[in-house]
């Protein structure tokens, strides 16, 4: 009898962490999932908002996870891609021409 009421013992405990998880940690993952795309699809031509509330264009997309958003005419600034909080406007690819025949 003393088995069968350990495990009774436990089932609250298995139930709030499985409550935590549907309600906390798997919505976090998907946000840092949604996040991560959109920073490694970051294009040229994109108008981006930043953590630090700087709306600009992106001007150029460095290799070592790092942009250059231009903020005005003449005025542009490294930031990294991770504070990225939101992009506004997206630029679509450049398309490619079939070649002619």
Same mark, same amino acid.
């Given at each position: 009898m003393q088995g069968g009421s350990a495990f009774a013992q436990f089932i609250p405990l298995i139930l709030i962490f499985a409550i935590m998880y549907f309600l906390l940690i #798997?919505?976090?993952q998907r946000k840092? =999932? @949604?996040? #991560? @795309?959109m920073v490694e699809n970051l294009r040229r031509g994109d108008q981006v908002i930043t953590q630090g509330g700087l709306i600009?264009? +992106? *001007?150029k997309v460095k290799e070592d996870d790092e942009i250059e958003v231009e903020l005005g005419p003449n005025? =542009? +600034? #490294? +930031? +990294? =891609? *991770?504070t990225v909080a939101q992009v506004v406007s997206k630029t679509e690819p450049a398309a490619v021409d079939a070649p002619k025949a």
């Open positions: #798997r919505p976090q840092l =999932k @949604a996040h #991560r @795309a600009g264009k +992106v *001007s005025m =542009k +600034v #490294r +930031v +990294v =891609k *991770s």
